[in-house]
């Protein structure tokens, strides 16, 4: 039977498989979600409440159509690749690149980025709203928004809901993280690793860059959860991209990085380095 009340699917497409924070499908607020194309993989993306939704468009037209500065160029291969837009019944979709469509049993992560996660248009109750999501953001600079990891143990995926990642302290989140990368079920050291290496170049491009400030943006960790017990170190597969641009403004200090992200983003190689 179908349900009157959702959106209706563009043809070719379904619910975003393997999501694990945003907008889903059906159940968010207006019933509009990420979705991929079955033909691609390629995901679309509505563009929901103004001015968010088109300030994320704007931005992805500025990083992937428009002349950019060298360290922006830098910047591009931490985004999802942006093609462009579609529409359908009265809906903007972006469509950008599925991250963990090549890998065969993706575990992700969303982690939000910031001790501030809003902006200035931001009304005095939604901000204390954002401040309440998860008060030891505000100290440590970064917030666990979902995450989805494929256990061999039980043949399945198991994932942990933002409402499961909140209710952690903040001498939980290193065993969230650990929980992620598997750590009861295999040596985990290896993809930590590669993940940090990812993010450290990500962190050194973005203390040069002075163009964008960046408010409540996420990064997706990806790896493989197809991981035999003798692998060899040099086969480890993973991805880290900067997603969600909703919030992301010019730079009012021409001169200045974006301090916000960058402590977001220190904290999170901290708390990786002790896994």
């Known amino acids: 039977m179908i349900d009157d009340s959702l ?9 975003l498989v393997h999501q694990v924070a945003g907008h889903f499908y059906g159940r968010s607020k207006t ?22 939704g088109p300030r994320e468009h704007e931005f992805y037209e500025i990083m992937f159509v428009r002349p950019i500065s060298p360290e922006l160029t830098k910047l591009r291969p931490f985004l999802p690749q942006y093609n462009g837009t579609y529409e359908y019944s009265n809906m903007t979709y972006l469509i950008l690149e599925n991250i963990i469509r090549t890998y ?9 980025l910031g001790r501030i996660t809003y902006d200035e248009e931001a009304t005095q109750e939604k901000i204390e709203r954002q401040i309440n999501k998860f008060q030891p953001a505000s100290e440590i600079g970064f917030q666990l928004l979902g995450w989805k990891v494929y256990s061999h143990k039980e043949q399945t995926y198991i994932y942990h809901d933002k409402q499961c990642a909140r209710s952690l302290t903040k001498d939980e989140l290193v065993h969230g993280m650990a929980n992620f990368f598997g750590a009861n079920e295999r040596d985990h050291r290896a993809i930590v690793r590669a993940v940090l290496v990812r993010l450290i170049d990500l962190y050194e491009i973005m203390s040069k860059q002075f163009e964008f400030v960046f408010i409540a943006s996420s990064i997706l960790i990806v790896y493989d959860g197809n991981i035999r017990d003798d692998y060899d170190e040099q086969s480890i597969r993973v991805d880290v991209r900067l997603v969600d641009f909703a919030h992301v403004f ?3 200090h021409k001169n200045q990085a974006d301090e916000n992200l960058l402590f977001g983003l220190n904290h999170c190689i901290e708390y990786l380095s002790i896994n």
Do not use: A
């Open 104 to 112: 065969e049993k993706p575990c992700v992560i969303d982690i939000k």
């Open 250 to 252: 010019q730079s009012k």
């Open 7 to 15: 959106p209706e699917l563009p043809p070719d497409t379904r619910p």
């Open 31 to 52: 019933k509009f979600g990420l979705l991929e194309r079955c033909s691609t993989g390629e995901v679309l993306k509505p563009l929901l409440n103004p001015p968010r």
